[in-house]
């Protein structure tokens, strides 16, 4: 598994000023057990793998779902889209690209792209949005919680 890190500077669309990004990439092998008789990669795995890039970018970015639910918060997907483009087949190796957009808002927002890593062809494109609950109560948290303060101004610099 390959990783890279990578900070950018990208226009929101909502209001056209600067907003960080965080990119991470890793690398996989499509295993037989993702493949349907034909060979072909069921469309269900693909939101598995936009997972494995959320699971891979907490990793490396130290936001892993185990350092939020320490935290006494949990992070629900409350809207996840998939764009196909091409088919992946047992055995291909694929890049995926996680990227976390920085949000005013009480959310997580991240898009993903997924790679042939052999090609470089696009595979899949797609976007996820998670908000933060109080894990006891699963009460809607409407602000921004601490712990994900102090990990914006750790990784983005940003003023809150």
Same mark, same amino acid.
């Given at each position: $598994?390959?990783?890279? &890190?990578?900070?950018?500077?990208?226009?929101?669309?909502?209001?056209?000023?600067?907003?960080?990004?965080?990119?991470?990439?890793?690398?996989?092998?499509?295993?037989?057990?993702?493949?349907?008789?034909?060979? &072909?990669?069921?469309?269900?795995?693909?939101?598995?793998?936009?997972?494995?890039? @959320?699971?891979?970018?907490?990793?490396?970015?130290? #936001? @892993? =779902?185990?350092?939020? =639910?320490?935290?006494?918060?949990?992070?629900?997907?409350?809207?996840?889209?998939?764009?196909?483009? @091409?088919?992946?087949? =047992?055995?291909? @190796?694929?890049?995926?690209?996680?990227?976390?957009?920085?949000?005013?808002?009480?959310? $997580? %927002?991240?898009?993903?792209? #997924? =790679?042939?890593?052999?090609?470089?062809?696009?595979?899949?494109?797609?976007?996820?949005?998670?908000?933060?609950?109080?894990?006891?109560? $699963?009460?809607?948290? %409407?602000? #921004?919680?601490?712990? $994900?303060?102090?990990?914006?101004?750790?990784?983005?610099?940003?003023?809150?």
């Amino acid at each position: $598994m390959e990783t890279r &890190i990578q900070t950018n500077l990208l226009p929101s669309r909502q209001t056209g000023t600067l907003r960080k990004t965080l990119s991470h990439t890793t690398e996989q092998v499509v295993k037989f057990s993702e493949a349907d008789p034909l060979g &072909i990669v069921w469309h269900g795995h693909f939101i598995r793998y936009f997972e494995d890039g @959320r699971e891979a970018f907490g990793e490396a970015f130290g #936001i @892993r =779902y185990l350092d939020l =639910y320490r935290q006494n918060i949990v992070v629900p997907i409350v809207k996840i889209n998939c764009e196909y483009k @091409r088919i992946l087949r =047992y055995g291909h @190796r694929i890049r995926l690209e996680t990227t976390y957009h920085d949000s005013p808002a009480a959310k $997580m %927002l991240f898009n993903y792209t #997924i =790679y042939d890593a052999v090609t470089n062809e696009q595979v899949a494109t797609g976007n996820s949005v998670q908000v933060f609950m109080q894990k006891e109560n $699963m009460e809607l948290m %409407l602000t #921004i919680p601490p712990f $994900m303060q102090e990990w914006k101004q750790k990784w983005l610099q940003t003023d809150l």
